[in-house]
Each structure stands twice: as structure tokens, then as C-alpha cells.
């Protein structure tokens, strides 16, 4: 079985900074991409950060130049680095990997548990 944990949410006032974390477990052979989603009270979930493996990365206009996601092949593991928070960015982050399973090779996408942030205004 495969799962990924987040960590590190909590409250934050505006212009502050906060890091999440989210780590993958089980049986893992390799994991390809790796994403970081919001959802905001009332609207759907999104994406606006992922990595590849090779750690390319790709930014939502909301979040570039603010947020950055990285990640640590050895640890299977992923970090959002979140400066100048606003109160729009309030919500449930989730992570998000693809990845294939070991010894059967399956190819499959695994959601983390998400983690409340907050930013006050």
C-alpha cells in the first residue's frame, strides 16, 4: 500500500511564510511527477504547482515567483515553500503523486490526506 503524508499547515498572518511537506510510503519503485492542489472554501480543488522527476517545475500565475515546490528523490519526499502568503491563499493544500508501484510495476496516482493553511489578513 502506498500513502502520501502532508505536514506542516497551520496559521499564518499575511506577508508570512510557511512550508509544507509531503511524504510518500510503501512500495514504491519510482515516482514521476509530484503536485501541490488548493482548495479554497466553496471552490473546486486546482493545481498550481508540480515537479517532474528530473525537477522541471511548472507555476499557476497565482503563486509564481512566491511559492516554490521541490522535492528530495532519496527521501520521496515533496516541499512547498510558500513566501508573501495573502489571505486568498487560504485553504486545504493536498499532494498529489504518480508514481509506479513495486514489483507489480502499476502505474498509479495517490492523494495526500491535505492540511489546512490559513493566512490572516
Known amino acids: 500500500q502506498v500513502q502520501l503524508v502532508e505536514s506542516g499547515g497551520g496559521l499564518v498572518q499575511a506577508g508570512g511564510s510557511l512550508r509544507v511537506s509531503c511524504a510518500a510510503s510503501?512500495?514504491?519503485?519510482?515516482?514521476?511527477?509530484m503536485g501541490w492542489y488548493r482548495q479554497a472554501p466553496g471552490k473546486q480543488r486546482e493545481l498550481f504547482a508540480n515537479i517532474t522527476s528530473s525537477s522541471n517545475t511548472n507555476y499557476a500565475d497565482s503563486v509564481k515567483g512566491r511559492f516554490t515546490i521541490s522535492r528530495d528523490n532519496a527521501k520521496n519526499t515533496v516541499y512547498l515553500q510558500m513566501n508573501s502568503l495573502k489571505p486568498e491563499d487560504t485553504g486545504v493544500y493536498y499532494c498529489n503523486a504518480n508514481l509506479i508501484v513495486k514489483f507489480s510495476y502499476r502505474r498509479i496516482e495517490v492523494w495526500g490526506q491535505g492540511t489546512l493553511v490559513t493566512v490572516s489578513s
Open positions: 510503501g512500495s514504491i519503485s519510482s515516482i514521476n511527477a
